[in-house]
């Protein structure tokens, strides 16, 4: 390639870095904006508001326990969960992005994801930010997956879809949602102290909570290990300058491996963003042929937004609960227990 041609390809190269930041922003402001939407929805049916809004689905994105369950009860009966469908809609597309496009909903659209990156580069500026040795690193990222195990075990053994079904018509369920926003508006002491804690955490640890306590990350991992796509290495032009591994958010020795097949891998392309020798990380399939790299991110984003229109034309996104049920439950949201 001469000196033309290399300067034309430098011009029209991806920077997935400051793709990555632009994508997530957007589900970010998203997420944001379905949060204030939802609280005005939650002030009207309390009676706090003359004014009525809509009612966001896309919050129940934030109810991912709630989509595991619904998802068993889809399986065992092929019915559509009509309380939080958007909460089943969703956990489905995250488990899909996970089989063909490698944890690419941790990587691009998740919210909590974004804002530890953000911790993650402020504290590499302060210069703060510890990679713990391999006898510690392990442990700590096996809670996750125990966490994982404790909620399959809880919910895929031991609720039968009699339970599921007698869950499911509980005045709590109806409120878990309102409840989920008087965890971020009204927060306890406890929640105060381990939202601290986890914050804390995060400018010392590479993305504490995703590393080390996510179990729907763990779980996406898992799908994503059996996935077509991972990062291939070229060992002959690799220079291993390493700088892929010192940007990796998942902590993985990619300079050490042909092909990056580790469940912690996000599927974020930072290590492709940071390699400064062209083509030496490239995205791949089962036996390395090399694909464009854009392909992962793409795909994940593009299949994300097919299953929410899918769901949304059909019929399966906005709640079937008439309005007057959560005006009559939702004030009783703040005092309900767990059954």
Known sequence: MDTRQKETADRFRIDFHKLRLLVQSVFLLFCLYSGYRF????QWAIGNSATFVPRPPAIEGFLPISGLVSLKHFLLTGVYDRIHPAALTIFIAALLIAIFFRKGFCGWICPVGFVSHLVERIARRLKILWRPPNWLDYPLLSFKYLLLA?????????????????????????????????????????????????????????????RYLCPYGALMGIFSWFGPLRVSRDEQSCINCKKCEKVCPGSIRVAEQAVVTSPECLGCLECVASCPVDNCLQVATYGRRKLPNWLLPLGAVSLFLIVWAVANLSGH?????????????????VEMGHP
């Open 39 to 42: 609280y005005q929805f939650y």
């Open 150 to 210: 404790f909620f399959s075990w809880l919910i895929l053994v031991k609720m039968d879809q009699a339970a599921i079904e007698a869950f499911s018509d509980t005045p709590y369920n109806l409120v878990v949602d309102a409840r989920m926003l008087l965890f971020f508006i009204a927060p306890t002491t406890t929640t105060i102290w381990v939202l601290s804690i986890l914050v804390i955490a995060s400018f010392f640890l590479r993305n504490f909570w995703c």
């Open 317 to 333: 996104w906005q709640t079937a609960i008439p309005l007057e049920v959560f005006k009559s439950y939702y004030p009783l949201a």
